[in-house]
């Protein structure tokens, strides 16, 4: 009995041990993926050009389509996943017939590191992709062990429809030196999919409930037709504390408010991206002004919506993106815009980050000296020779020098102490 109680006890002990030569293995104390790396505006201007031209809305079912991607490109998209899906940073290195994706997502506290930094080599079959090798930190993955655990880990996640939906329409994927190639066909019901994918019914019914207290705001300001920002801000995320208070998540609250607004905002409204919608109360057409301008609404509420839908680097990246092509074919480059484009990146980071916290800011009252810093003495309508003249391009110290100050006044907004 004591022989076999010893070799139970030595079992047990070698069995920690090696558990925790894994652990150390696996967890690691840095990130291989850097966290906050920026996006680039070029390459987030031509993502979003991408997302719109293979738009599932209006596309011929069957007709089989070619996608081309180069590796920033793929990498925004990529992060847009990982940070919304994994609370992770990700990265791709793209070869001819293979892929790498590394990824970098934060661990529980604990004595072996904070990080968990995984590797995945795909290579190319003539359909999807398949795994030829796996690694967490240092620690090799059998294959097989990585598919079952993924698997569970999405069915846990809620994730099966996701994961289903690029299944069903992608034909093959080509890679390609710092480059890729998909072929696919969407089918009759993709269009359904993809939006129940990204607006789950739990969702749906929370922009509902701030649609229809949108609507009831706008009808009962009549006969005005001119309505501040502010004015409608501080009534929805009222009721996203109220919703929070009675057990709502407050950052998925903040989100709905945030997504309705912006819409309502470009004049388009939940209709557009949920045909659900069409049979919901409707706001009543209101021309929203920030700071006394009916441009500002739009460009702080899209940079808050592109922060809480995706992520804060891409909202700057898109704003930015704007602002150069205006400068060389548009109404010219506007550092106020970059104003209402950075205070609107920073109110989707609180109400991401600090969510009860920007309610209880919110909820008060809020005036247009809260939302936008001061402006008028910020240059706008630069043609891009004179840009570049005065600021030597983006980038350069004197463009710098500016942002640093609009940086400056955000930071002494009283949402943003």
Do not use: C
């Not at 992060?79 to 970098?104: I, K, P």
């Amino acid at each position: 009995m004591r022989t076999t109680l010893r070799w139970a006890a030595a079992l047990l002990l070698l069995a920690l041990a090696a558990a925790a030569l894994a652990l150390a293995a696996a967890l690691q104390r840095k990130p291989v993926v850097a966290v906050h790396e920026e996006v680039g505006a070029e390459d987030a201007a031509r993502v979003m050009a991408l997302l719109r031209a293979h738009d599932p809305r209006y596309a011929t079912p069957g007709r089989l389509r070619v996608v081309s991607m180069n590796e920033g490109e793929l990498e925004v998209l990529l992060n847009h996943g990982a940070r919304r899906w994994l609370a992770a940073s990700s990265q791709v290195s793209l070869r001819r017939g293979a892929a790498t994706v590394t990824m970098s997502g934060r661990a529980p506290a604990n004595p072996f590191g904070r990080w968990v930094n995984v590797e995945l080599r795909l290579v190319q079959t003539g359909a999807l992709p398949a795994i030829e090798s796996m690694r967490i930190g240092r620690l090799p993955i059998p294959v097989w062990l990585g598919e079952w655990l993924g698997l569970r880990w999405i069915e846990r996640a809620g994730l099966l429809s996701e994961l289903q939906l690029p299944a069903d329409v992608i034909r093959d994927v080509r890679f390609m030196p710092q480059h890729l190639q998909v072929v696919y066909a969407w089918r009759s019901d993709s269009t359904q999919r993809v939006l129940e994918a990204l607006l789950p019914a739990a969702e749906q019914q929370r922009l509902r409930v701030y649609a229809e207290r949108l609507a009831e705001l706008s009808h009962g300001l009549k006969p005005a037709w001119e309505v501040p920002l502010a004015q409608l801000v501080g009534p929805l995320f009222t009721l996203a504390q109220a919703r929070t208070a009675a057990g709502g998540d407050a950052a998925a609250e903040n989100r709905a408010a945030i997504v309705v607004l912006t819409l309502f905002a470009n004049g388009r409204g939940l209709p557009s991206v949920l045909p659900a919608a069409q049979a919901w109360p409707r706001a009543r057409p209101l021309r929203l002004l920030l700071a006394g301008r009916d441009d500002f609404p739009r460009h702080f509420l899209v940079s808050a919506a592109l922060v809480v839908e995706t992520t804060g680097a891409l909202a700057l990246a898109i704003g930015l993106a704007k602002e150069v092509a205006d400068a060389r074919s548009g109404s010219g480059f506007s550092f106020n815009d970059m104003a209402a484009n950075r205070a609107g990146t920073r109110f989707g980071e609180l109400a991401l980050h600090a969510p009860a916290r920007l309610q209880a800011l919110l909820a008060p009252g809020v005036t247009d000296d809260d939302l936008m810093p001061a402006w008028a003495d910020l240059p706008e309508f630069l043609p891009e020779a004179e840009f570049v003249r005065r600021y030597g391009g983006v980038g350069a110290a004197p463009y710098e020098a500016v942002m640093a100050e609009i940086e400056r006044r955000v930071d002494a907004l009283r949402l943003f102490r």
